[in-house]
């Protein structure tokens, strides 16, 4: 499991009855104490590998459909 879940849990443990709205803030401060001392891993952006098409791939099919349709 992640940190951020596991600290969750144990707040959530420790104040039974309370709303998750009222544990989140308690959590969040003790997560940002674990990520300043660099005990917990920060991820960055995730890369995509979608493909890119060109522009004039792009426009030679609209101008076929342009000339179909508009004469």
Known sequence: MSA???????HSKLNKGKSLKE???????????LKKSG???????????KK??????????NKKHNKKHYK
């Open 39 to 49: 005990k917990v891993p920060v991820k960055g952006l995730k890369k995509t590998n």
């Open 52 to 61: 890119k098409y060109s522009r004039a791939k792009k426009t030679r099919k």
């Open 4 to 10: 951020w879940l596991d600290i969750v849990k144990k």
């Open 23 to 33: 544990i989140l803030p308690f959590a969040k401060a003790e997560y940002d104490a």
